[in-house]
Structures are given as C-alpha cells and as structure tokens.
C-alpha cells in the first residue's frame, strides 16, 4: 500500500484531476453552445426549465447524502459548509432551489406572456435521460465507500461552477424581457449568488474533502472512477436535454 502522506501533495494531486474539466463532454457540449448561441422559443426554454430543475432539486440532498456517507471528519466538514450554503446560509428564501425555482418561472412568465408559477415546472415527468441521470447521482452518493461520495460531489462541484457560468451566458439572451436593466440583475440572484461565491467555495471544499480521503494510490484510484462516472452521467444527461430542447424548438 502506497501512502501519500503529506495532505498539500493530496489537494496538488486532486486540483490536477479537475485542471482539465472544461474539455470534458460534460461542460463542452452541444446543449451549452445552444444555450448561449441566442435566444430560444418558450417551448425550448420550457423543455430546458422542466429538466434543468428536475436534476437541481436533489443537488443539496445529495450534499446532504454526503455529510452521512463520509466519515472523515475533516471532508465531513467541508461537505457541511456546503450544504448550509445550499439551504441559503440559513435563510430559508436564499435556499438555491428557491433561488432557481423563481428564476426559472419569472423567466417563462416573461417568455410566455402569462403567469406561470413553480409548481407547473415539475407537472410533467423529466425525460428517461434526466431520470437516469438522478439515478445514477443517487447511487454514487448514497456508497457507503467515502471515497467514491467524494469523487462524485469532486465533480459535481467542479461541474457546477462552469454550468452556472455557461446557463448565465445564455440568460443573457432573454435581458429584453425585463423592462428594466436592474430587474433583470435582481432576477438573477440564482447565478450571482453561485458564479460570486458558492460556487468557487464548493470548488474548493471538494478539494479539501477528497483529498482528505486519498491517503493511498488505491485510493486516489476509486475517487477517480466515481468522478469519471459523475462526468459521463452528466455528459449523457446534457445530450439528452439538448435533443429534447433541439426539437421543442
Ligand atoms: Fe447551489
Ligand atoms: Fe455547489
């Protein structure tokens, strides 16, 4: 058994695994480049709105999944500062889902020319793509192996912060929906809040935390599969939105 002993060599190795992440199916894919291409019809956005919160709604359960399924108590600690951050720092209406659910209805309200309230975003059953997709996240945080909850939530968080970025981009496209510039800003609270802090935090805890978990090659060797298995489970959910969202338009 190879130890690796010395924790700032764990977090060098570990930055090294995600240095490269954009290049992935995952971020440099077809639905991104559609997305911020320019603006889509509501049906499209609609698409989009139903199965971007259908995979966002379990985001912090499974941050929760992975404070229980991880024992070390320093990658503990940094899956809890996470998850506070995701119940909105203790302010229940900054909770991103919140954040997310009234963004997404004021955007199809404006798009679509009538009320639409957040309950109608979850009427409709996701696509097989996006429910196999919260399958799969489930199952790899719910292992009892910490060091595969942590190669997930390495890669969810990395992905997370370039998703956010790429889904602002495209956003912007829809601007001329608020008559105002500042409303448009108060609306998007959902990015700032994730592109100014969360975010980069999450980024940076997630290193901490799977590096805390890699005390030997072997493993470094299982975060790595259960990150490389986060990578292609989101790499096929976005092929299946971008079909679907490709043909509503
Ligand atoms: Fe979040
Ligand atoms: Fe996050």
Redesign the pocket.
Do not use: G, K
């Given at each position: 058994m190879t130890l690796v002993h010395d924790t700032a060599d764990r977090a060098a190795r570990i930055a090294a695994v995600v240095a490269d992440i954009d290049t992935s199916a995952a971020i440099d894919n077809d639905f991104y480049r559609l997305w911020m291409g320019g603006p889509l019809p509501y049906p499209a956005v609609a698409v989009f709105a139903r199965e971007y919160l259908a995979r966002t709604r379990f985001?912090a359960v499974m941050?929760a999944l992975s404070v229980l399924n991880t024992t070390d108590l320093a990658a503990r600690v940094e899956c809890v500062k996470?998850l506070y951050?995701?119940y909105g720092n203790g302010n229940a209406e900054k909770a991103h889902l919140v954040l997310l659910e009234n963004f997404l209805a004021d955007l199809l309200s404006r798009l679509g020319g009538r009320e639409v309230s957040t309950g109608e975003l979850t009427l409709e059953e996701p696509l097989p793509s996006t429910t196999a997709f919260s399958a799969g996240q489930r199952e790899l945080f719910s292992s009892t192996d910490q060091r595969v909850v942590q190669g997930a939530l390495l890669a969810?968080?990395h992905l997370?912060f370039a998703m956010l970025t790429r889904l602002y981009e495209g956003v912007r496209n829809y601007k001329p929906l608020w008559p105002r510039e500042d409303d448009f800003h108060e609306a998007c609270e959902y990015f700032y809040v994730?592109i100014g802090e969360?975010?980069k935090e999450?980024k940076r805890e997630a290193v901490v935390s799977a590096a805390a978990v890699s005390r030997t090659e072997a493993d470094f060797a299982v975060v790595l599969r259960a990150y490389d298995a986060f990578l292609t489970l989101t790499a096929d959910y976005w092929r299946g939105v971008h079909q679907a969202v490709a043909a509503a338009g």
């Open positions: 985001t941050v996470n951050s995701e969810q968080e997370a994730h969360a975010e999450h």
